[in-house]
């Protein structure tokens, strides 16, 4: 009897459905060799390149180090402990082949002194005489009320957040517009793009850090030189633990609640290479939620810090 209604059916039909799960079946194996191919490519990217890290110490930090050091890139690593610095050192050599790789450079760097930045800006271009990539992903994180948060907490956020990575990149300009050749990448809390509350000062210092690279990025294009912003929710606790924060039960929390809403150092690590590979401008890692607070910023304000106030009602202010 089946086969009788098949035997009866338009063979163009009976074709249709054969050839539509082969279709989407090649389809979808095209598009993940692609990826593949891509990521291959991508992390051959950086050999021979000079990259800079400017906090190699975080969760993200040691993550790229060890992916740029495989990829045979001449990496300056920097952070504000010599001692740490000299122990990752050992340890991306002691992992790695040396005729395909090359030893690390250090400095000393922390963008809560911000007299020092002079020196350390000569030493990371003393390092080699040249840049092709600097890594920003150095930050400080607050949260608590307003009016809880000293002026002095304010200075020391703003110059972590913002004065610092602005002020290296300032110094290091001109030896790239030199080069006519570069890649500067912000590596950003969502909080550049959305406010979440008691984040005042946080959310202040990420939204002038990203307001500067937005503006550096049309300053700089002429001379050859990339800037990209790379904005995450946060990095998920079970890869690093300095980025997340205490769980709520406020509706805004879910913006910032653990995976799948969070990243993996591995994901970061990858989308930034990818990032330095097609020199995108801007890349946001989020999933749908973070993504759809972003848009309703910008398209419906009002139903925005709707949310936002109704989920400080329900929140628990007693911080420390």
Known sequence: RSLDIIQEMDPVWITTVLLVPCVVVLTAGFFYLFSVIMGLLSKTSVRNKVVVITDALSGLGKECAGV?????????????????????????????????????????????????????????????????????????????????????????????????????????????????????????????????????????????????????????????????????????????????????KSIWSLLYSQKPLGVSLDEAATEIIKTLSNKRKEVVIAPSLPKVAVYARSFFPNVFFAVMAAGVKNADTSYV
Request: with cysteine; hydrophobic share 40%; net charge negative.
């Open 68 to 248: 740029f050091h495989r990829g045979g890139a001449r990496l300056i690593l920097c952070g504000k402990s010599w001692e740490k610095l000299e122990e990752l050192a050992d340890d991306l050599a002691n992992a790695s082949d040396p005729t395909v790789t090359f030893p690390s450079k250090l400095v000393l760097l922390d963008f809560g002194d911000m007299d020092s930045m002079p020196e350390v800006i000569s030493e990371i271009l003393e390092c080699y005489g040249c840049l092709d990539i600097v890594i920003l992903n150095s930050s400080m994180k607050v949260k608590a009320p307003a009016q809880s948060v000293s002026l002095e907490m304010d200075k020391l956020l703003m110059d972590n957040n913002y004065f610092g990575p602005a002020t290296l990149a300032k110094g290091l300009l001109p030896s790239l517009i030199s080069r006519r050749t570069g890649h500067l990448l912000l590596v950003n809390s969502i909080q550049g793009k959305i406010a979440v509350p008691f984040r005042t000062s946080y959310a202040a210092s990420k939204h002038a850090v990203q307001a500067f690279f937005d503006c550096l990025r049309a300053e700089v294009e002429e001379y050859g030189i990339s800037v990209s912003t790379i904005n995450y929710t946060f990095i998920s606790r079970s890869a690093s633990s300095e980025n997340t924060e205490p769980s709520s």
